[in-house]
């Protein structure tokens, strides 16, 4: 049989057949590139895009035949196709472990993309990449790229060529699944936004700047795996309301057309109606797509191109939206308050020692709770401080202490000041008998150093006449020791306007080894400070040493001498702020800007909760006995060192205590620790709030530590 071929548009002729616009396809506005019908030289034919429609057959006879449609219909379609697509047995998990357990398909993969091996690796044992007769294969999904793979979308290997490279790809997937349904990366539930590239190449070179590690909670990205996206895009995109379309940078074909250009509007020719916000993201000149971009510049700077290039991104409109802009409704107004923030539960979040006196602190005053819960917590941190740490794992040494960072911030007039001031009167208490303690030993030695200078003034006078007459004498009773030099040590507790050199001088005494609490009442004084042109950075780069508790400072400085060293620096901070006061560092902390360096982040208990709606004046005595509990639990703390702590284990190298989660609870701490960091380093949160998630760890350790000992 044949067609008339001059009732055909597009004709060209290939090898073996004649390739042009299917006229079925056409009358239904679809075949743009004319390619869609191909003629062979026995007289068979077949579309492309309805192989097993017959109805689709018989139009096209219809359209450009001479015979009659039952009397050509075996010839036409002498080219097998079952009615519906089935799914292949296949078994995508022994492809994706074959290349998994292939190193040469892995460096050879690796070295052809421009990925790093460990990065290949993570693909393979995500299930993401296979191998399958010796060449590299996505799977194949049906239903809109979602479900189990039933087949393969094989490559063959690119090897480079003179400067150029040569093209080959083949696909084994049921039939009737070409062209193949989208690749879904990183798919989540209900995504409302995505982005949307034509390349899997592409994707993955983007994906793995973004720190994807192949998990199923990650970035969702649509891969149409060439030009000529089919209907199944729509399904896949239902219900997402922004696409981001990642361009590839193609020349001009000789008839003018160009293939990237023609994927974009194929694409926005198949969007959802949920779809409302587009925006196009192309490559930088002189690359063709962005795996040649990963390609060819340092990873580092193809990392800070992808985390920038949606600021670069072109806003786009589809045309039936474009027509209809004037009959948008009127955008809805900003909220005019922040969300609410729930209130602090005591009863969950604090143990049963520390419960009682912060809810009669907080009816006392009406305030929220976390008020008086995170300064008290702060607190006992900070006299706890480096004397006992924690190693939530079994046998790692890995050790977190207890000083923590805590802020309390609300707007002028919240009683942040008298929250403060109740949770800190144990502090206060044991800094009080500090100080009298140290005035009475400091009486004491006043006179023991007057009886000594006398002494000293009788051996001056003996040691000379022994001189005179060639006699020996003792040097040392001459000798000033530098305790009676300067006196009896002072334990300090806390302090609130200190220089990084006052703060070392403190830390360096033995007697406050274990740390010490900056306490400011206004947090916005001490941002004031390391905003100093010219002190603040020294100050700014002691407390960031002094977060860990365990971390050395040593000073050399002309004038106060060299080697003035602190073992273990550990400084805790707690202070109030208000909301203006923190914006600013907010946004430089979010726009990674010089003051960037993690000091806001710090603040693991940093609370900012809604005042109570209502208020009513309460006037009763405080709850003596929820007082001498806790002020029990500052002592004990304060006077218990070292194998004294029950079950306490000492580091042989360097020299601290410690206690270890039990096996149970070890095992919750490194399950959660695991999904948590995988979570962080997608990349789907900005690099500020991820940094502050990542030092939950120590918050987590801490409170635990902080909890035990106040139980």
Not at 210 to 220: V, Y
Not at 461 to 477: I, L, M, R, T, V
Not at 666 to 683: D, M, P, Q, V, Y
Request: hydrophobic residues 40%; aromatic residues 8%.
């Amino acid at each position: 049989m044949k067609l008339d071929t001059a009732k055909l548009e597009k004709v060209k002729q290939r090898p073996g057949k004649i390739i042009a616009a299917c006229p079925a396809c056409v009358e239904i506005g679809r075949d743009t590139k004319g390619d869609n019908l191909a003629i062979f030289d026995d007289g068979r034919f077949a579309c492309a895009a309805f192989q097993t429609d017959k109805e689709h057959a018989r139009r096209i006879l219809e359209l450009a035949g001479r015979e009659d449609w039952r009397e050509t219909r075996q010839k036409c379609h002498d080219l097998p196709c079952p009615e519906k697509p089935k799914a292949e047995s296949i078994d995508w998990n022994q492809d994706t472990q074959r290349l998994a357990g292939t190193p040469d398909s892995l460096a050879r993969l690796a070295a052809w993309r421009g990925w790093p091996l460990e990065y290949v690796k993570r693909l393979a044992s995500a299930g993401l990449l296979g191998l399958h007769t010796g060449r590299v294969c996505f799977p194949v999904c049906m239903d809109a790229g979602r479900g189990e793979p039933v087949g393969r979308h094989v490559f063959s290997w690119q090897e480079e060529r003179t400067g150029s490279q040569t093209k080959g790809d083949a696909w084994f997937a049921p039939a009737g699944t070409k062209p193949l349904p989208p690749l879904l990366l990183g798919w989540s539930k209900q995504p409302r936004e995505i982005a949307l590239m034509e390349s899997q190449w592409d994707a993955l070179s983007v994906l793995h700047a973004l720190r994807w590690d192949g998990s199923a909670r990650e970035r969702p990205f649509i891969v149409t795996r060439g030009t000529s996206p089919t209907e199944a895009l729509t399904t896949a995109l239902e219900g997402v309301e922004t696409v981001w379309l990642w361009m590839q940078r193609d020349e001009p074909k000789t008839d003018g057309s160009i293939p990237a250009e023609q994927w974009l509007n194929r694409c926005l020719s198949l969007l959802p109606a949920s779809v409302r916000h587009l925006w196009r993201v192309d490559p930088p000149q002189g690359f063709k797509d962005w795996n040649d971009v990963q390609r060819g510049i340092a990873p580092a700077e193809f990392a800070r191109m992808i985390r920038e290039a949606k600021d670069h991104a072109i806003k786009i409109q589809r045309p039936e939206m474009a027509a209809a802009d004037n009959s948008l409704p009127d955008p809805l107004p900003l909220p005019s308050s922040l969300p609410s923030v729930p209130a602090f539960d005591c009863d969950r979040l604090l143990p049963l020692n520390l419960r009682g006196y912060v809810q009669d602190c907080a009816e006392r005053l009406q305030v929220d709770p976390a008020f008086v819960a995170v300064p008290l917590i702060v607190s006992l941190g900070s006299v706890l401080g480096n004397r006992l740490g924690l190693r939530p794992k079994v046998y790692d040494d890995y050790t977190e202490f207890a000083n923590i960072w805590g802020a309390i911030m609300g707007r002028p007039a919240t009683l942040k000041s008298p929250s403060l001031s109740v949770a800190l009167r144990f502090i206060e208490k044991l800094e009080r008998t500090a100080n009298e303690a140290h005035q009475e030993s400091r009486a004491e030695w006043k006179q023991e150093q007057g009886v000594a200078k006398i002494r000293r003034q009788a051996a001056a006078e003996n040691a000379k006449k022994a001189a005179k007459q060639g006699k020996d004498f003792d040097p040392a009773s001459l000798m000033l020791d530098e305790e009676e030099e300067t006196g009896p040590p002072l334990r300090r507790f806390t302090c609130n306007d200190a220089s990084p050199e006052s703060l070392h001088s403190i830390l360096s005494r033995p007697e406050n080894a274990t740390g010490v609490l900056l306490f400011t009442d206004e947090l916005s004084g001490l941002i004031a400070r390391m905003n100093d042109p010219e002190r603040g950075a020294a100050l700014r780069s002691f407390l960031l040493s002094g977060w860990n508790g365990y971390q050395p400072a040593v000073v050399d400085r002309i004038g106060r001498g060299e080697n003035l060293r602190v073992d273990r620096c550990c400084v805790s901070v707690l202070g109030g702020i208000q909301p203006g006061k923190l914006a600013p560092l907010v946004d430089a902390a979010v726009k990674e800007s010089a003051q960037d360096d993690g000091w806001l982040q710090r603040f693991s208990l940093l609370v900012y909760p809604d005042a109570p709606e209502d208020f009513r004046c309460i006037d009763r005595a405080p709850d003596a006995a929820a007082y001498a509990e806790i002020i029990g639990i500052f002592e004990r703390v304060e006077s218990t060192h070292g194998e004294q702590w029950p079950g306490a284990e000492q580091d042989p190298q360097r020299g601290c205590w410690f206690i270890r989660f039990e096996p149970m609870a070890a095992a919750h701490f490194n399950e959660w620790i695991e999904a948590e960091t995988k979570a962080l380093r997608s990349g789907d949160l900005g690099a500020a709030i991820e940094s502050h998630f990542f030092k939950y760890r120590k918050a987590v350790c801490a409170l635990a530590l902080l909890f035990h000992i106040a139980t």
